[in-house]
């Protein structure tokens, strides 16, 4: 087979870089997994009673057989994982490590459900101060349509509120027989969706289409990473979505995010609670801290951060989350209602408001409602985005009525894993250039909480230049990289084999460079990231092709 070969040819203005020179990351990170686990990491997983093997996307069938036998099971089709007790995965891992079947090795971390309960038994719908807060009276909700996937613990289907609910359906088996948390998934969906039908509480949205999945099958009832991911994949087989995600956990996990950024690659919106764990410092969240969630803090009748809401680089709005009655499942409390707190519960409150704009206006993708559900939200504290409410609460009368923003193309396409063939998504992204069609134009943004870093497929003809021309309205840098690079976050050896051309002009200048190839066609990958001290960024692209 020849190998491809990639001269290069940087046409921009004499200040700049050296091709070679490495382009300067100040956001993001690669979707790449964590390193598979050595010795000591083996023995860290007897700490946990599972363990989650994810396969090679090319070689990894071949460890099937050995998994099975194993007693291993298939939880997520889509992302080659499969759940394994980890006293067997002790056993088992090292082998397929060493046969490189494997890309990552996680166990299977328990998560947190990110409520406070508190008892609460005097008429209700008069107590949901939140309908005003957030502008739900002044805006009629929509009949049954884009539904909402509340992932969680198991939903009470006998409780009055669910027993006769239409539009109600369970994507696996609900269990509340548990102690402890079991009440956490009827409250929220409670909050997310209760009908109008006479009793207690009224939901946001109270016709929506509701998809309950339960993440805590088991005797204990503790919600795990691992049934999460197996919610998401169930929700992305259900079509698109806004998926109801009130848990975390302090650990970043990456098969985690891959199921996240599936969901928001399939055309489903993912809303997070940012968590409750303000008196500890606010330590990041996950998957609130995820590219591409919605992430939610709470508020209070004053429109106060709520004591308890977490401060978070990555907040994008708050709603109310003190205070909300809530139904609970009467086998745990008696009287069937009870009053809240919360980011747990502010978090259905923006889930269920997005499935009802998006009901009501259903042409818009999931990346322009997206940001028309934080940028219309009511500003509170100081002007502008903070790190408590992001860009403010929940407000739906402005997120129903205002303009939608455009779409941004190609989400998610933060690294080279997102955009190319049989990487997360099986196709990939489409190239933006192909045999034929050597020129196009885009339109695109950047943030650096949720969508730092843009890459795309261009494909490259034999004996042609193509050429990059990125007109920003802040500054936001460019890099071209050859077919081999596995990230846009490489470092050393592998850089220096990947990186053709970067462009780093200062300010809003127009970035452009050129590839030259003078071997077979090829695909690289363009790259478009914020500059050092830049919140977001909106940018027009062209691309042209010429022979040589």
Known sequence: MRR????????????????AAAPVKYFGHAIVPAPL??????????????TLIELDRTRGGLAIPALAHAGA????????????????????????????????????????????????TDPLVPYEWWIPAIGADQVDPPGPGIPITVIDT?????????????????????DISA???EFHGTAVASVAAAPTNGVGVVGVYPQAALQAWDASPNSAGQLTVGDEVRGLVAAIGRGRSVINLSLGASQYIPIEEEAVLAAFGSGSLVVVAAGNEREKGNPLDYPASYNHVLTVGSTGPTDAVSSFSNRSPYMDLAAPGESI?????????????????????????????SAAVWTSRPTLKNTQLFDLMRWTARDVGPAGWDPDTGFGVLNIPSATNSKAPAVDPQEPNEDVFLVKPKGLFHSGHAPLTAAGHGSTALSARLDSSEDPEDVYRVWVPKKSKVTFSLKPNANVNVAVWGPKTKSVFEKGKALKRD??????KP?????????RNAGPGAYVYFDAFLGKNVGEAAYALAIKTARL
């Open 4 to 19: 491809v070969s990639l001269v290069l040819a940087v046409l921009v203005c004499a200040a700049a870089p050296a091709a």
């Open 73 to 120: 099971r298939l939880i997520a089709p889509q992302l080659r994982l499969w759940r394994l007790s980890s006293r067997r995965a002790q056993a088992l891992v090292p082998f397929l490590i060493r046969a490189h079947l494997v890309r990552s090795v996680t166990p299977d971390y328990p998560l947190r459900p990110d409520r406070v309960l508190n008892q609460f």
């Open 154 to 174: 198991g939903l009470d289907t006998s409780h009055e509120e669910f027993s006769s609910r239409p539009n109600t359906s369970t994507l696996n088996g609900q």
């Open 37 to 50: 686990p050595g010795k000591r990491g083996l023995q860290a997983l007897a700490r946990y009673s599972g």
């Open 499 to 504: 990186l053709i051309v970067a462009g780093v």
């Open 179 to 181: 102690l402890g948390e």
């Open 325 to 353: 009655p809530a139904a609970i499942p009467r086998s745990i409390f008696p009287d069937g209602y009870s009053q809240v707190d919360g980011t747990s519960f502010a978090t259905p409150l923006v889930a269920g408001a």
């Open 507 to 515: 300010g809003k200048a127009l970035e452009r460079v050129s590839v």
